[in-house]
């Protein structure tokens, strides 16, 4: 590669940058030479498109023709209305990746030779990844490679302080935090540990201030209708977007000063005429008080992440501040003081992670298909007929490297010489045997070329296959790079009918890039043209109890449609060869003996749609998410004899805004939100749960036992008798092991109840029909819902109970359940 594009895709600016392997250069957007461009698109009426500055001043006074904050919805089916034209968050990101390229030299940009690197925060999901993958081909960028902000924030905190410390790279950014722990000796930086919020960054700061202050003075000044109202009214967008513009300028403002305004103009008159001008003070004092819930978040994942580095505050140097809401002075101070760690400056924190992407572009091996990183270590072949080679550290951070001699034949009287082809420098004739070393002089930054010459005991010059060395001396080099998610396949322990779990493919804390193979066989079989198949469905998240609880991110789907001859036999082997590149980005490829094919990405059987949600109609599913969460704090509460702990009332307090969302609700952000608000919730009940795992499984046992004894002993076979006999006493030998074989027995105890009382207990299917349609949301069908739910009742009147216990069945067939797209979806392979 010849030039090295760095771009920082970020969710309020971003920038782009290039790094030729000795200087880096920040490209300056060309219409107001700013070294960042906001991420922001209008399109006016004629459909002509504004990019950066110029659309986000547009934005404020025709919100409906802008596009802001989309980098939020990346990973979303969320569809943005933009003037008269829908776009999806990939495409909108698309047209800034133009928009920033477009700042480059024609030489840069029409070159074969470029590659670019676009970071995304380490708390991206697979999906959001996968999201930003396919902005940078709509963009047709060429030869693209994902990298995580906080590692290219390393690499320019390198640049410009390459002392041996530990350091914590504080990334705020418009929409998100990143914390990392970096390690730096002699010039190679190892990331120990990271962490990250993806909904904490400077546009919740607005979203707080408006809140706070601007909503209540509104509504204290003004005619308008309640606040729910307010926000889903068409007619108060402008108003409302007029203020959330003022509201960040205002708080830019104070950045500089102790006081600011939030006045003008909104061109909107309220409920009873009158036109609604704003004027409200802010001042430093109430913003910190604002903010400081989120900020004391944002320092307990700083926290957190030294302790998962396995270092304590005293042995890290200095906190590297980086993202635009850090020019905030008094919230560095917060979290130095909070840390007792002192704050760094060194680096432009709005340019920071460009700058670092692309100078991180460089150590890319691009030729690679998953864009692996270059080899430190490296060897040239010089004379075959002497056995001869060359070893050499090919990359490091010194301004010398040295080169060994590997000689497989004894020579007499055979001399070298190596020359440096920059500056003419050489070692002198030196004796040619095994094991001889040179060390060399690395003049620039950059690659140093340098010439092998060998001589026989004549002084003739002897042939040489390769004679040509390069050494890059590099701004520093990242050893480890750490993976932010678990990602895990979703498989059954023994047969198709037994829980599911993870098989992990990578771990959180995992150096990447990782690659390997894993063996799993088919739990049925698959004929050609048959229109079953087999699904390997991706999780993200370290919740192996209950798989759905964690990220649903996609699936590879096989049917009988995609080979023509052979079999898949129940039992067959099939091989998942994955690559987790350095951005957390998986690469999947399935090998399938028994049919001699293979599946890859490259055929498109990955697809991650399934898992995508759509901001615009996410209520529901978040209403039904936030009882499953309510319904698990009781159960655990109860189980573990909690009454009043403050961290289980803080996830209830998650879970009842979740329930409590107006199923009409616009706020796309709010909704972001809460779903990842009750994300958190599950891995923290899941935490719990671990932790006093034989605790409760003991109490879950004994609570499954006495509501035999009490409801379904009486309607029980013997042969029903003695089945539940021999489960209770499995379940409670398998209470201390770790695998799930204790809750595969207890959803066998909980079948075998259902089907007791179905089958026996003439009042339970009326009983069991009257619950399950107290929830309309939990069905996909909501025409075919109520036509069964009038149905059912009608069997009920005339004590019909075999058309109940149809009307149940079809119930069944078309209810919500977690992630799971029905029987064609389900998981249907088995552990190898």
Known sequence: MKYYVGIDLGTTNSAISTFDGENVRIWKSKKDQSDVTPSAIYIDKRGKRFYGKAAYLKSAQQPERCAVLFKRYMGTNTVLTVGDEKMSPEECSAEILRELYRNLPEEIRESDETATVITVPAAFNQMQNAATKEAAQQAGLGKVALMQ???????????????????????????????????????????????????????????????????????????????????????????????????????????????????????????????????????????????????????????????????????????????????????????????????????????????????????????????????????????????????????????????????????????????????????????????????????????????????????????????????????????????????????????????????????????????????????????????????????????EDDVEDNRFIGYMKITGDDFSFGMIPAGAEINCNYVVNDSGSIDLELDIPSIGQSFNNDKNFYSRQEGQIDLDHAAGMINREGKKVLEKIKNLAGQMEIKNDEELQKLGEIASKAINIRQDSSDREELQHISDDILHAKKILNKLRRENLSEIRQKELDHLIEFYQNEIINYSTTENKDEFEKLFAAANQAIKNTSSEFEDILEQVRCLNYQVNMDNNPEFPVQWFVWKIQNPENYSDENAFYQLAAAGKKAVEDNDIQTLKQILNELARIEIRDSDEGMEMMTNITRG
């Not at 722990?181 to 909904?199: D, Q």
């Open 149 to 543: 902000e906080p590692v290219a924030a390393i690499m320019s905190v390198m640049k410009v302080n390459p002392k041996d410390a530990n350091f914590v790279i504080y990334d705020l950014g418009g929409g998100t935090l990143d914390v990392a722990i970096a390690e730096s000796i002699g010039g190679k930086v190892n990331l120990l540990a990271h962490n990250g919020i993806a909904m904490c960054g400077g546009r919740d700061f607005d979203r707080i201030l408006m809140e706070k202050t601007v909503i209540p003075w509104l509504m204290a000044n003004y005619d308008l209708p309640d606040l729910k109202e307010l926000k889903n009214s068409d007619k108060y967008k402008k108003l409302l977007r007029i203020a959330s513009y003022k509201t960040e300028l205002a708080k830019i403002e104070l950045s500089t000063d102790d006081e600011a305004s939030i006045d003008g103009e909104t061109g909107v008159s309220d409920e009873s005429g009158e036109e609604i001008y704003l004027d409200i003070q802010i001042n430093r004092d109430d913003f910190n008080t604002y903010i400081d819930e989120m900020v004391m978040q944002s320092i307990k994942a700083v926290k957190e992440t030294i302790e998962k580095s396995g270092l304590t505050t005293v042995d890290i140097d200095r906190i590297v501040f980086i993202g635009g809401p850090t020019n905030y002075k008094p919230l560095r101070d917060k979290v130095c003081d909070e840390t007792e760690i002192p704050g760094s400056i060194e680096v432009n924190p709005m340019t920071a992670v460009s700058e670092g992407a692309a100078i991180f572009a460089e150590s890319i091996d691009w030729s690679d298909e998953v864009h692996g990183r270059k080899a430190t270590r490296q060897q040239v072949e010089s004379a075959e007929a002497l056995g001869l080679s060359f070893r050499y550290v090919s990359r490091t951070t010194d301004n010398q490297a040295r080169i060994g001699v590997v000689l497989g034949k004894s020579v007499t009287g055979y001399t070298f010489e190596i020359k440096s082809n920059d500056t003419g420098w050489t070692s002198g004739t030196m004796t040619l045997k095994d094991k001889a070393k040179v060390i060399v002089p690395l003049e620039k930054r950059g690659n140093n070329v340098f010439t092998v010459d060998v001589f026989d005991n004549f002084g003739r010059n002897v042939p040489l296959e390769e004679n040509i060395i390069t050494i890059t001396y590099t701004l520093a080099t990242v050893s480890a790079i750490l993976a932010s998610h678990s990602i895990g396949v979703e498989v059954r322990e023994n047969s198709r009918d037994s829980k599911s779990t993870l098989d992990y493919l990578v771990r959180e804390g995992d150096t990447l890039p990782a690659k390997g193979t894993k063996t799993f066989r088919a739990a049925e079989t698959i004929r050609p043209g048959d229109t079953k198949a087999l699904n390997f469905k991706l999780w993200e998240g370290e919740i």
